[in-house]
T-cell receptor, first 114, second 113 residues
Framework: EPEVTQTPSHQVTQMGQEVILRCVPI?????FYWYRQILGQKVEFLVSFYNNEISEKSEIFDDQFSVERPDGSNFTLKIRSTKLEDSAMYFC????????????FGPGTRLTVT | AQKVTQAQTEISVVEKEDVTLDCVYETRDTTYYLFWYKQPPSGELVFLIRRNSFDEQNEISGRYSWNFQKSTSSFNFTITASQVVDSAVYFCALIGGYNKLIFGAGTRLAVHP
């Protein structure tokens, strides 16, 4: 069964460093998303991406964040200058088409900022 | 504003008990979709069900059942004859605008042998 994959599973970085989180969505899916979950809290929407551009972003997704689909398979989330409060689990998700609305999530990348 | 409320923070049951997880939502959209996801201790988010606002039929899948009531804006989830493997955090979610999922705070279910 096709699945969303994410790398790395765990990333430790120092405050102020740039990180890139990588995702490979399900191959025939057209809509891509990033969510984050601070430990013990609910899952929060960051950004949605369709047709090579951002469809919607939350207030969390400020200028420190960016997303890119550099090739036909990868979808990346970059944080330019990490802060302690960026420590969280970051989930990538994809969906086939907007009418379907079913989003399938990757296993997540745990980001620890020290 | 769109919002999902899961008032039960934690539920603890003994194996084989039935358990219902509550979900109340708010939305002004006439067409919307509701979801349940399971997050086991390993951390991934597992899709369980999607329900659209036009379909109020209850759904049953094995030991899982869902009760959608538009009149009370609720979408409750029942596990019948719970098992230890059902122990997880369960999230109810609502689609709002451009497919973004709005999650509730989650209910942590602990099933004890």
């Amino acid at each position: 069964e096709p699945e969303v994959t994410q790398t790395p599973s765990h990333q430790v970085t120092q405050m102020g460093q740039e990180v890139i989180l990588r995702c490979v969505p399900i191959s025939n899916h057209l809509y891509f998303y990033w969510y984050r979950q601070i430990l013990g809290q609910k899952v929060e929407f960051l950004v949605s991406f369709y047709n090579n551009e951002i469809s919607e972003k939350s207030e969390i997704f400020d200028d420190q964040f960016s997303v890119e689909r550099p090739d036909g398979s990868n979808f990346t989330l970059k944080i330019r200058s990490t802060k302690l409060e960026d420590s969280a689990m970051y989930f990538c998700a994809s969906s086939e088409r907007t009418e379907t609305y079913e989003q399938y999530f990757g296993p997540g990348t745990r980001l620890t900022v020290t | 504003a769109q919002k999902v409320t899961q008032a039960q923070t934690e539920i603890s049951v003994v194996e084989k008990e039935d358990v219902t997880l509550d979900c109340v939502y708010e939305t002004r959209d006439t067409t919307y979709y509701l979801f349940w996801y399971k997050q086991p201790p390993s951390g991934e988010l597992v899709f369980l069900i999607r329900r659209n606002s036009f379909d109020e039929q209850n759904e049953i899948s094995g030991r899982y059942s869902w009760n959608f009531q538009k009149s009370t804006s609720s979408f409750n989830f029942t596990i019948t004859a719970s098992q230890v493997v059902d122990s997880a955090v369960y999230f109810c979610a609502l689609i709002g605008g451009y497919n973004k999922l709005i999650f509730g705070a989650g209910t942590r279910l602990a099933v004890h042998p």
